[in-house]
Nanobody
Framework: VQLQACGGGVVQAGGSLRLSCAASGPTFGRSTLGWFRQALRNERDLIAR???????NYTDSVKGRFTISRDNAKNTVDLQMNSLKLEDTAVYYC?????????WGQGTLVTVSS
């Protein structure tokens, strides 16, 4: 089982980026998928997640700016990030919960510049 994240990069404050995460291996159609991020010297924090039934939620700091979406047929989960702020700079990790196991992507760096 592997999760491959991509889409990170450098963007100016106020700009947008779209992260994508593709899962290979068992299908995750019934799993909760989501994204964490970890800024320098900080803990890894959950920022968005979506279950298989269409429910999603976000941490307060990204509500209204980030949108999580998933394609169960393709085993992908995306994170559309708009109105990016300097404090969004972090390594972003996708994850998938399959039963009692959590699988992680390798992380993709997002740098927001002024």
């Amino acid at each position: 089982v592997q999760l491959q994240a991509c889409g990170g990069g450098v963007v100016q404050a106020g700009g947008s980026l779209r992260l994508s995460c593709a899962a290979s291996g068992p299908t995750f159609g019934r799993s909760t998928l989501g994204w964490f991020r970890q800024a320098l010297r900080n803990e890894r924090d959950l920022i968005a997640r979506a279950n298989s039934g269409g429910w999603s939620n976000y941490t307060d700091s990204v509500k209204g700016r980030f949108t999580i979406s998933r394609d169960n047929a393709k085993n992908t989960v995306d994170l559309q990030m708009n109105s990016l702020k300097l404090e969004d700079t972090a390594v972003y990790y996708c994850y998938a919960d399959q039963g009692s196991r959590r699988y992680w992507g390798q992380g993709t760096l997002v740098t927001v510049s002024s």
